[in-house]
């Protein structure tokens, strides 16, 4: 099946410094990716949709100030945390599809100390 | 809007056969998808029904009522790894981005 990395797996930073994080489609284009948040024991709540040389297009009640998102290639898009807060510490989840089928990355841990 | 509704725990034991149902309000529908995640990984497709019926892959069904807006995965021959979170999703409007339901988790007893 197609392959969609993520990295870094864990991240841990300080109060007020900015975290980027890299998802990769390895063996497929994707012009669009997405980019999730999910809290122990909860659902994934999607953040972002992130589009190929165009801007994200984000959910109700997320930052773009905030989290900031790049797709500048067909298989890379990035999501930066700026001036993180402990309130930020989650599970983030970037996915690309093909077809009908979403597939993850490894997802990311942040924490913010 | 759309809302999808699923158990938030079920507990089977080995070899047993569990069913976790999932009942969505959508509007507009484009399918219904299942996902396995185990604790602290990615999630990974299972199944996906677009129409009525019954999808078998190995030991997972997957089952879709579109009159009923409502679906079900079946576990056949539970194993212990089997023990994770399950998700049903649905595509939002016009088959854009995946809403997910608040998670199934599934405990595997010996």
């Known amino acids: 099946g197609a392959v969609v990395s993520q990295h870094p797996s864990r991240v841990i930073c300080k109060s007020g410094t900015s975290v980027k994080i890299e998802c990769r489609s390895l063996?497929?284009?994707?012009?669009?990716m997405f980019w999730y948040r999910q809290f122990p024991k909860q659902s994934l709540m999607l953040m972002a949709t992130s589009n190929e040389g165009s801007k994200a297009t984000y959910e109700q009640g997320v930052e773009k100030d905030k989290f900031l998102i790049n797709h500048a290639s067909l298989t890379l898009s990035t999501l930066t945390v700026t001036s993180a807060h402990p309130e930020d510490s989650s599970f983030y989840i970037c996915s690309a599809e093909r077809g009908t089928e979403a597939f993850f990355g490894q997802g990311t841990r942040l924490t913010v100390v | 809007g759309q809302s999808l509704e699923q158990p938030s725990e079920v507990t089977a034991v080995e070899g047993a056969i569990v069913q976790i149902n999932c009942t969505y309000q959508?509007?507009?529908?484009?399918?219904l998808s299942w996902y396995q995640q185990h604790d602290g990984g990615a999630p990974t497709f299972l199944s996906y029904n677009a129409l009525d019926g019954l999808e078998e892959t190995g030991r997972f069904s997957s089952f879709l009522s579109r009159s009923d807006s409502y679906g079900y995965l079946l576990l056949q021959e539970l194993q212990m790894k089997d023990s994770a979170s399950y998700f049903c999703a649905v595509r939002g409007n016009q088959g854009g981005k995946l809403i997910f339901g608040q998670g199934t988790e599934l405990s595997v007893k010996p």
């Open positions: 063996d497929f284009q994707a012009t669009t």
């Open positions: 959508t509007s507009g529908f484009y399918g």
